[in-house]
């Protein structure tokens, strides 16, 4: 499951907010404004280009003779994508600085990430990177952080992921990002400060009104890794 597939309901948010961000965001200039809603209009063409390139794909394999007893064939979708990669660079490009360039890097990157180009991938998050520390810039800060640690360079992903941690309006993300970070002490042999983030996540206890699926999940799953950690402790292993 992609990145984008995980957080499907924060997307569904950041979409429905960059579609009234004309009439609700409070800019400083009229250009502003005008810049991030044209941004937004070229990026809503983009995006729904790339969702019509992924329904295509989903869709099952035609079978062109149904009593021949020959395979279904895939359509060749190769150039669409490589259409869709191209205007997503080019948006990156010109508007990486906006809330619609923060969007098109994350859907950009999960292309990127899919093919196997790592290294990509972080160079596209990095362009929309900014001092904004809204909704869409903390999912570019968590999938930015991801990708740095699957590159091996867990010092720096920890670095990332902590300015999530740091931003009290992502409290929803806070237990996924510090299991990430402690996923990566342990990568780098630090077992103690490993242990230490998963205790206090697998220790929290509900308190009815403000528990969701995600935190109780969350609770569980670092539970898991602290006991596969303090197993190999006592196996040596």
């Known amino acids: ?140 800060q968590q999938q930015l952080g991801q990708v740095l640690a699957d590159l091996d360079k867990c010092a720096d992903a920890i670095t990332v992921w902590q300015k999530v941690v740091d931003r009290k309006q992502a409290a929803f993300l806070h237990n996924d990002v510090k299991i990430q970070q402690a996923l990566c002490y342990q990568k780098t042999n630090d077992l103690k400060r490993a242990e230490e983030i998963l205790t206090n996540i697998a220790n929290q206890k509900p308190d009815g009104k403000n528990e969701t699926f995600e935190s109780s999940s969350s609770v569980k799953e670092a539970a898991k890794y602290l006991r596969l950690i303090q197993f190999k402790k006592v196996s040596g292993t």
């Open 1 to 140: 499951m992609s990145f984008l597939e995980t957080q499907w309901k924060t997307i569904v948010g950041v979409v429905v907010l960059l579609l009234v961000v004309g009439l609700g965001i409070v800019a400083k200039t009229t250009m502003n404004v005008s810049a991030e809603k044209k941004a937004q209009e070229n990026f809503f063409l983009i995006e729904k280009k790339y969702s019509d390139y992924k329904t295509k794909k989903a869709a099952p394999a035609e079978v062109k003779d149904p009593k021949a007893k020959t395979p279904a064939v895939a359509p060749d979708l190769s150039g669409e994508l490589a259409s869709v990669k191209k205007d997503f660079e080019a948006f990156l490009a010109t508007d990486s600085a906006t809330k619609a360039g923060q969007m098109a890097a994350l859907y950009y990157a999960e292309i990127l990430i899919d093919e196997n180009k790592k290294d990509a991938a972080l160079a596209a998050l990095q362009k929309a990177q900014n001092n904004d520390s809204g909704l869409v810039n903390t999912l570019v």
